[in-house]
């Protein structure tokens, strides 16, 4: 009777050893790809940052261009209004004056 208890403690033992070792290697699996997951998106989290450091980069660009694209306009605004408007003295002379500029070439009607 000790030897079929001992055999049937055996076959228990071996039974649960074969099982806790087919767990083990089947948790060790699961743990490798749950690294590799973890690894993969480490890897996306940098080309993120890579990305945002690019786009800040070019936002800090627009914003110097547009800056020196507004003092230019306040420029040109003030060279605007610092034109000086030559007027002619009579009709004849700004009839003169446009005729002179456009065509001349032309000889005038008589």
Do not use: C, W, Y
């Not at 060279?79 to 004056?97: D, G, L, S, Y």
Request: aromatic share 2%; no cysteine; proline share 2%.
């Amino acid at each position: 009777m000790k030897k079929v208890f001992s055999i049937i403690g055996a076959v228990l033992v071996g039974i649960v050893g074969i099982f806790l070792v087919t767990r083990k290697t089947e948790t060790a699996e699961k743990i490798e790809k749950i690294d590799d997951a973890i690894k993969e998106k480490e890897e996306k989290v940098e080309e993120v940052k890579q990305e945002a450091e690019k786009i800040q980069k070019r936002r800090k660009k627009s914003k110097k261009n547009i800056h020196h694209a507004k003092a230019n306009t306040a420029k040109l605004e003030e060279k605007k209004q610092n034109i000086q408007v030559e007027r002619p003295a009579t009709a004849q002379a700004a009839k003169e004056n446009i005729l002179s500029k456009t065509n001349a070439n032309r000889k005038p009607k008589a």
